[in-house]
């Protein structure tokens, strides 16, 4: 799955090449967003399928019988997408510093704390409204009518926090990796809630 | 008169409401010193606000009611209640609109507290086009019950926003009290009173028709049964 | 207030006044659709009691018992 979402984000890399004019436009305004922008939609493309590919064979009835508790299976599948999701991004964040001349100025640790906890974001909110489609006759449009409005925080957030992060001097994100946090706490809680009626539908 | 008490006669008890909240919004209370007239926009806003936060509220309780008890009375209330939220949501936008072109001069801002809005009604209106979308009625509750309650969480964080963060949304209830003089209070609780009794007549009306469609199905199963038995 | 002012006002109060009155004329009519479907449903249910099913052994349907590719659409 890592393989096709990485080759998703350096064709869009590719088409924002072009698309946008290097010469013309002042890419550092717009590179967090772009990076951003595809991440999310590779962590869609990647995740809509998480429950669904267990259709066909019927995998998910015998994971539902087997012992054990059902919430392991989603926590399993939560951390498989981050793992996936993680490996895309060390793979294809420099990439995008490449393709679009962005200065480098050596924030290490905070950069790779965005990335991971916007990465957890929209994996998070993919893996629940997956689990949640999985039986249902228009699972896709379901998946991304809902999946997209409640992504906008994490957009906002991890934008904004990349923005402050690669400015020059460096700014303070701290605010917005909080807020983050925040929200990728409480959709880590609303599964633990939930996982009883994720899956009888 | 038996014949109007036989038709649902209290419908009508909404009327006299409207007339008397008209009347204090727009002749019985004075014009904001720095606002103008525009203050006046904001009597509605804050009732349709106050309405749909407490109708999604209603959802989001009725969601957990529905997916303890599994009984479709609850999917019924969760509906009717999304529904009527989303109308209010809708009328809260525009009218803050209106007030952010006069009082801020551009009609809509970035801001977190306009954004949240948005989001609110963006996910509520997919909350009830999904609905529409499945037909087996024990699964669509169960799902949108599910949905409903992940869709609530934006509520509280929209509450919130401009108490959080730096928003040029004012704010008028606050910890020290109501942030508004009592010339404006009373037309502001009274619009409130006003679109909270709309709410509660168009819950009781909304929701015997959901029940009368719940008829109407268990009919034609009915019908089809008998028919397939032939 | 200036005339403009006051026009846009009678204008906010003309938009007030309608919605009040698009609301409750909305309500008025799905109350009184939402009663006649009641008794239409009413009246069709005391019909289909009324005459006994011909054939009484076989008014169960078949209902599939195996959950497989077709069924998930259900």
């Not at chain 1, 999946?147 to 700014?171: D, M, R």
């Not at chain 2, 009373?186 to 009306?205: E, K, N, R």
């Not at chain 3, 799905?30 to 069709?44: A, F, G, I, T, Y």
Request: charged share 15%; hydrophobic share 55%; proline share 4%.
């Amino acid at each position: 799955m890592w393989v096709a979402m990485t080759a998703f984000v350096v064709m869009v890399v590719f088409l924002f090449a072009f698309a946008l004019d290097t010469n013309r436009v002042r890419l550092a305004s717009v590179f967090p967003g772009i990076l951003w922008m595809s991440f999310l939609l590779a962590g869609m493309i990647g995740m809509s399928r998480t429950y669904a590919h267990e259709i066909p064979e019927d995998t998910l009835t015998g994971l539902v019988l087997a012992p054990g508790d059902r919430m392991a299976i989603f926590l399993a599948k939560l951390t498989s997408a981050f793992l996936f999701m993680a490996v895309m991004e060390l793979l294809t964040t420099p990439l995008f510093f490449v393709f679009f001349s962005e200065p480098w100025n050596g924030e290490w640790i905070l950069l790779g704390m965005t990335l991971a906890l916007g990465g957890l974001g929209i994996v998070e909110l993919a893996t629940l409204l997956s689990a949640v489609s999985v039986n249902l006759k228009s699972a896709e449009m379901v998946f991304m009518l809902l999946l997209f409005p409640l992504e906008i925080p994490v957009l906002i957030t991890t934008v904004e926090a990349t923005t402050a992060i690669l400015s020059n001097p460096v700014g303070n994100p701290w605010l917005w990796l909080h807020g983050l946090l925040a929200y990728d706490a409480i959709f880590l809680a609303l599964p633990l809630l939930l996982y009883e009626y994720l899956w009888e539908v | 008169m038996k014949r109007l008490l036989a038709r649902d006669w209290w419908i009508w008890a909404v009327l006299p409401v409207m007339v008397v909240a008209l009347y204090f919004d727009f002749v019985g209370s004075p014009n904001d010193v720095t606002l103008g007239a525009s203050a006046r926009i904001l009597y509605f806003h804050i009732g349709s606000a106050t309405v749909a936060g407490v109708a999604f509220t209603i959802t989001a309780i009725a969601s957990i009611g529905y997916l303890i008890q599994r009984t479709l009375t609850w999917d019924i209330w969760a509906a009717a209640s999304a529904e009527i939220g989303l109308v209010f949501t809708t009328m809260l936008l525009v009218s803050g609109t209106i007030w952010g072109r006069i009082a801020w001069g551009a009609w809509w801002t970035w801001d977190p507290r306009l954004t949240a809005t948005l989001i609110l009604w963006v996910i509520f209106a997919a909350y009830l086009l999904l609905r529409e979308w499945s037909d087996n009625r024990a699964r669509r509750a169960t799902v949108s019950a599910v949905i409903a309650l992940i869709a609530y969480i934006d509520v509280p964080i929209d509450y919130m926003t401009i108490r959080w963060w730096r928003s040029i949304h004012p704010v008028i209830f606050t910890n020290q009290g109501i942030n508004m003089p009592i010339s404006m209070q009373i037309p502001m609780f009274i619009s409130m009173g006003a679109m909270t009794l709309v709410f509660i007549v168009w819950m009781a009306v909304r929701m015997r028709l959901m029940r009368a469609e719940l008829g109407v199905g268990d009919l034609k199963n009915a019908i089809r049964a008998r028919i397939e038995g032939q | 207030m200036s005339p403009l002012q006051h026009e846009y006002l009678v204008y906010l109060f003309a938009a007030y006044t309608a919605l009040f009155v698009i609301m409750f004329g909305f309500m008025y009519r799905m109350l009184q659709k939402s009663r006649k479907l009641d008794q239409d449903v009413q009246l069709l249910k005391e019909e289909l009691l009324g005459q006994p099913p011909q054939n009484a052994e076989v008014t169960s349907p078949v209902v599939p018992t195996v959950r497989g590719q077709g069924m998930q659409d259900a």
